[in-house]
């Protein structure tokens, strides 16, 4: 598909729109995840810096996120391998 050649360089056809829309919609989440990313960094420093073990807090949030038959799951399985290595 190609674009047609105007002074201002814009896309004159209604599929160049919606293809700059996309663009533009894409461009500006990418840029508010990266906000997010920074702020989520922030509170694990916070976290630290109050004596909170961040990888273990990453740990949790991770398993916050599972469905509880899965965890439990997880859980029994750990146990089991434990036992099995004699710890």
Known sequence: MALDATTDDKPTNIAGERLRSIVERIERLEEERKALASDIKDIYSEAKSAGFDVKVLR?????????????????????????????
């Open 59 to 87: 740990q949790l949030i991770r398993i916050r996120k599972q469905e509880p038959a899965e965890i439990e799951e997880q859980e029994t399985l750990l146990d089991v391998y434990r036992r099995a290595i004699g710890m």
